[in-house]
């Protein structure tokens, strides 16, 4: 009898052994297991990079256009059949539109392989945007060409940048601009800063400079509670400090744009500098536009697919051949998909 109570007894210390040794292999699995399936997502997740060849340090056409008019009254006009001519083309080149205030704080959310192009349109003029009685854009203004285009090719995405003045398109009574700013941003566009009076910056004082880039952050942030992210210098001109165009009275801008002459610098590269982003001026191959404008580079970029931005497809992280991590800015380190 007392055998058997031994007996009892060892066996239930040993059941008690096997189930603690039975609980803790599986934690020791689940941290394996986990390791394992994350090494096998980001060793899917660099292939899947490396098949489309994805280069998140690469360049970034910002293509600066004004007014769209079917007389153009300077290099700077562009007819709407040129800017449809200009959408195709990037559609066809696998171009899909984000805004300035997405490319500079890296909220570059676009399919795999395909590349970023930000649209921008200076002075905010009546042939960019111009509502009917319905609340709809005009035939043949920029706005209802780009909405043409993304139902013409499917995943262009119908976004740009109005970098607006005193003059809000033309509009002149407070409701008039509040709805046009309000239908811009209720439609996914984005709201930039061009100076009250476009103005050239460079002989400005401190106080003139704060003036300028105040009010306009002042009015569009009454007329439609938003504060202008980025600045467009009015003919590309910084002023005496370039810390005054950044941040002032009334406003703060992530990015400052110039107003030519190469393609722009990821914001994920050590390159990338957010008080000089370039732009590209939207014109044919002519004068000194066979080399410096929006065909000549874009045939540029085509023609040198490696120095092109390429998503992965994936926002949260920042894809690109391990041979261009030395131009990884620090910060997004984190992020980093190198294959």
Not at 135 to 140: E, Y
Not at 152 to 159: D, L, M
Not at 256 to 274: C, E, H, I, N, R
């Amino acid at each position: 009898m007392r055998a058997r109570i031994m007996i009892v007894a060892v066996a239930l210390v040993s059941g008690c052994s096997s189930q603690v040794a039975t609980q803790a292999v599986p934690q020791q699995d689940a941290a394996k297991v986990k390791q394992a399936k994350d090494a096998a997502a980001a060793k899917a997740a660099a292939a899947a990079a490396a098949k489309v060849k994805a280069n998140e340090l690469g360049q970034i056409p910002v293509l600066m256009y004004h007014r769209i008019v079917d007389k153009p009254g300077s290099d700077d006009d562009r007819t709407p059949a040129k800017f449809r001519a200009d959408l195709d083309r990037l559609a066809a080149d696998g171009y899909v539109p984000i805004t300035a205030a997405e490319y500079v704080t890296g909220k570059i959310d676009i399919p795999a392989g395909k590349h970023p192009v930000v649209l921008t349109f200076d002075d905010s003029s009546p042939s960019q945007l111009t509502l009917d009685e319905m609340g709809v854009p005009k035939k043949d203004t920029a706005v209802a060409i780009l909405r043409e285009a993304a139902a013409k090719h499917p995943g262009f995405r119908p976004v740009a940048t109005f970098y607006v003045t005193r003059d809000m398109f033309g509009k002149t009574t407070r409701e008039e601009q509040a709805q046009t700013l309000l239908w811009l941003k209720d439609n996914g566009f984005d709201i930039g800063n061009h100076t009250l009076d476009h103005v050239n910056l460079r002989t400005r004082s401190q106080d003139e400079v704060s003036k300028q880039l105040g009010s306009i952050g002042k009015m569009v942030g009454d007329l439609v509670s938003h504060k202008p992210v980025t600045l467009a210098l009015p003919y590309g001109n910084q002023p005496r400090k370039q810390a005054w165009a950044q941040k002032g009275d009334g406003y703060e801008h992530q990015g400052v744009f110039l107003a030519g002459y190469t393609p722009a610098q990821a914001p994920f590269s050590k390159s990338y500098d957010a008080l000089n982003i370039p732009r590209i001026k939207a014109m044919d191959k002519k004068g000194d536009c066979s080399q410096f404008c929006s065909t000549a580079w874009l045939d540029w970029l085509k023609a040198n697919p490696d120095m092109r931005y390429t998503s992965d497809g994936n926002p949260a992280t920042v894809a690109f051949p391990k041979f261009k991590a030395p131009f990884l800015r620090k910060t997004f380190t984190t992020k980093a998909l190198a294959y």
